[in-house]
């Protein structure tokens, strides 16, 4: 009669999953994307976490035992998260057309590839932790795991606008008639008399300096203007309506001085130049503007010279 086989060690899984789970549990939270707002938002993020975090922590466990056929089964299925940034693409653009002050190409992309990430984060976590549980035991694998939570964190939540532009309140004011500015960058044309009312009794305007080339190219990218847009308006609020182009909030470069720095108006619902401020600063770098070597032809002038 054969020997029965030795038993499963469970640990590894347990802790790993453990690790797994929290590691995409900290970041389904509503913050700078505003999603999920809602009950099946969370519960949809709930479900993905639960299944990115048990394929992680299974595949050791199915390699120790000789599953192969199961570990290859797993891989398979970690594949299919490449249709969670699809979804989430598609949700998000479905809900531009209905929002005031949409978010934009560039910063819906950058949501759906964050979304995805943190699935295989939360996967490769779970794998670590799961691995150093198996060899080493389950005191250092809950450390590594608690460690692998924290570099994933900071690793996911990038550099901010914050880190590379200054951001500082300025004076709003109409020159010509009907030119508004902010601080000395001409904004746009504002041609009803009402709207450059408003814009003097009630409106915000800030300037953004950049602190090095790497912050002018940070701002001559449109779809990080656009996102500051939409978070200042998340903020603050607007007044904006449909049908009034004028009252929409604007970030805009200081042209055609070139000087790379930029303004940004707004109509606010509720006056808070701090709250402005910190919005603007917390709104990350896009994707599509971090690696551009795109800066102020001004300066590259003086520079030059």
């Known amino acids: 009669m054969s020997s029965s086989s030795a038993p499963i060690d469970w640990s590894p899984m347990v802790i790993g999953f453990a690790a797994g789970f929290i590691s995409r549990l900290v970041s389904i939270r509503t913050g700078r994307t505003h999603y999920p707002g809602y009950p099946s938002g969370y519960i949809s993020q709930l479900a993905l976490a639960i299944i990115a975090a048990m394929i992680g922590a299974s595949v050791i466990v199915s390699l120790v035992g000789k599953e192969f056929t199961a570990a290859t089964f797993l891989t398979l299925a970690a594949t299919q998260f490449r249709d969670v940034r699809s979804t989430e693409r598609k949700t998000l653009e479905q809900e531009e057309h209905l929002i005031l002050v949409g978010r934009g190409a560039g910063y819906i992309e950058g949501i759906a590839i964050t979304y995805e990430a943190r699935n295989y984060l939360a996967m490769m976590v779970a794998l670590v932790t799961s691995i150093v549980t198996q060899y080493i035991g389950v005191v250092i694998g809950g450390v590594v795991g608690i460690i692998a939570i924290i570099i994933g964190e900071i690793y996911m939540s990038g550099p901010k606008v914050g880190d590379m532009i200054e951001v500082e309140p300025a004076k709003i004011h109409f020159e010509k008639g009907s030119l508004l500015y902010v601080g000395d960058v001409m904004m746009m044309e504002v041609g009803l008399p009402h709207s450059r009312e408003r814009y ?15 912050g002018q190219s940070v701002l001559w990218n449109v779809a990080q203007r656009q996102a500051i847009s939409h978070e200042a308006a998340a903020a603050v609020g607007t007044q904006k309506d449909v049908g009034y182009p004028e009252q929409t909030p604007l970030c805009r470069m200081d042209m055609p001085k070139g000087s790379g720095r930029a303004g940004l108006s707004i109509l606010p619902v509720e ?8 919005a603007i600063k917390n ?3 896009l994707e599509s503007g971090k690696w551009s070597a795109v800066t102020s032809p001004v300066l590259n002038r003086k520079e030059m010279e």
């Open 200 to 214: 003097q009794k009630e409106g915000m305007g800030v300037l953004l300096t950049p602190k090095g080339r790497r």
């Open 271 to 278: 006056h808070n130049m701090e709250a402005l401020i910190k």
């Open 283 to 285: 709104t990350p770098v």
